[in-house]
């Protein structure tokens, strides 16, 4: 989807050193290790937060945030300071959070994937959604 819509040089990467380059686009995550199950609990979201409120801090006035699946939305509203019952997790709900916009999707796990509840269409819509909204 990265390259599909011109967010990277390349349709996919087998190596760090393999050239593939993003364009306008970053990649973090709302923990910065690797937790147990690899489902972060309240714990590691909240000791990481500061991490991800210094990077969203370094974003360009007029970015668009994806936040794949419900942690991250809640990390990215927790990292500005923002009120959780005042931006609800939604797939496609887009949100102002000040210097930037918030655009929510479901994360691409192989549950959500298998079980429909993510379409490669609704994920390919979620990211020409991001797309116009960079060039508006």
């Known amino acids: 989807m990265l390259h599909k819509h011109g967010f990277s040089s ?17 990649i973090t995550n709302a923990v910065k290790c690797l937790p147990p199950d690899n489902k972060p609990v309240g714990a590691e979201i909240n000791t990481c ?3 991800l409120e210094k990077e969203l801090g370094l974003l360009p006035r007029d970015s668009v945030v994806m936040a794949l699946g419900g942690i991250a939305h809640r990390a990215i509203i927790k990292a ?5 019952a005042d931006y609800k997790f939604g797939h496609a ?6 210097a930037f916009q918030l655009l929510d999707s479901y994360h ?10 993510l379409t490669e269409a609704m994920f390919d819509n979620i990211f020409a959604m991001v797309r116009k909204l960079l060039v508006k």
């Open 49 to 51: 937060n500061v991490y």
């Open 93 to 98: 709900a887009l949100h102002d959070v000040g």
């Open 10 to 26: 390349r349709n996919h990467s087998e190596a760090a050193d393999d050239g593939l380059q993003l364009k306008d686009c970053r």
């Open 80 to 84: 500005r300071g923002l009120r959780q």
């Open 108 to 117: 691409c796990s192989r549950y959500n994937t298998n079980t429909g509840r």
